[in-house]
C-alpha cells in the first residue's frame, strides 16, 4: 500500500531563517505531488505541484520554492521566511489522471516569529 | 480559471440534528471529491462521484453529484460529535494535474 511522510510535524522559525519540508511517498511509481498551504481556520491554497522529477508548477508567487530531486521525494524551501508564511504546510500525492484522489501527508505546523 | 464554492461557512448544530453542505464549481467536472479534515488533522478521503445525478451513501452520509456535474452535496443524518471537521468538495483541473478544493465547511456538533 501506498503511504506519505513529511517531516517536520512542527517548526517554529525567525523572521528570516530557511525553510526546508521534506515529503516522501512509497509504494507507488511516478506519482504527481502537491505542497499545499493551510492558514488557521482556513481552505486548502495549493502552492505547487510537480508531475515527474524536476518539473515543478507554481500556483502562487512568493517567496517559497519547491523541488523534486527525486520521483517520490518533494522539497518546499524557503531562504528567508516572512511571519506571513505561517501555516499547515500540507504535501499530497496522486496518480495521473482526472479520475484519481489525492492523499494527503499529517502536515507540517509552521511558526514564524 | 475553475472556482468551487461551498456553504455554509460554518455550521453549528445540536447533536442529532442534521447537516448540509453545498459544493458549487464554476465549470463541469468530470468527477468531484469529498474530504474530511478533523480539527488539528489532514483532509482525508471520503468519496468520489463520477455519473451525473450520482448518489452515494455512507451510513449516515449520503453524496449527491448535480445532473449538470457542476454541484454537489454531503448530508450527514443525526450528527454525531465524531462529524466534528471541516468538509471540503473537490474537483480535478488540468486533467487531473491537480485538484481544486473549495474552501471547506467547518462542522461544530453540540452534544
Known amino acids: 500500500s501506498q503511504t506519505i511522510h513529511q517531516w517536520p510535524a512542527t517548526l517554529v522559525q525567525p523572521v528570516g531563517s530557511p525553510l526546508s519540508l521534506e515529503c516522501t511517498v512509497e509504494?507507488?511509481?511516478?506519482?504527481?505531488l502537491y505542497w499545499y498551504r493551510q492558514a488557521a481556520g482556513r481552505g486548502l491554497q495549493l502552492l505547487f505541484y510537480?508531475?515527474?522529477?524536476?518539473?515543478i508548477s507554481s500556483e502562487v508567487p512568493q517567496n517559497l520554492s519547491a523541488s523534486r530531486p527525486q520521483d517520490r521525494q518533494f522539497i518546499l524551501s524557503s531562504k528567508k521566511l516572512l511571519l506571513s508564511d505561517s501555516g499547515f504546510y500540507l504535501c499530497a500525492w496522486s496518480l495521473g489522471g482526472s479520475g484519481n484522489t489525492i492523499y494527503f501527508g499529517e502536515g507540517s505546523w509552521l511558526t514564524v516569529v | 480559471g475553475q472556482q468551487v464554492m461551498q456553504i455554509p461557512q460554518y455550521q453549528h448544530v445540536q447533536e442529532g440534528e442534521d447537516f448540509t453542505t453545498y459544493c458549487n464549481s464554476s465549470t463541469t467536472l468530470s468527477n468531484i471529491q469529498w474530504y474530511k479534515q478533523r480539527p488539528g488533522g489532514h483532509p482525508v478521503f471520503l468519496i468520489q462521484?463520477?455519473?451525473?445525478?450520482e448518489v452515494k451513501k455512507q451510513k449516515r452520509l449520503t453524496f449527491q453529484f448535480g445532473e449538470a456535474k457542476k454541484n454537489s452535496s454531503l448530508h450527514i443524518t443525526a450528527t454525531q460529535t465524531t462529524d466534528v471537521g471541516t468538509y471540503f468538495c473537490?474537483?480535478?483541473?488540468?486533467?487531473?494535474?491537480?485538484?481544486?478544493f473549495g474552501p471547506g465547511t467547518r462542522l461544530s456538533v453540540l452534544p
Open positions: 510537480s508531475v515527474g522529477i524536476g518539473q
Open positions: 509504494g507507488t511509481s511516478n506519482p504527481n
Open positions: 462521484l463520477v455519473k451525473s445525478g
Open positions: 473537490a474537483g480535478p483541473q488540468n486533467y487531473g494535474q491537480n485538484f481544486v
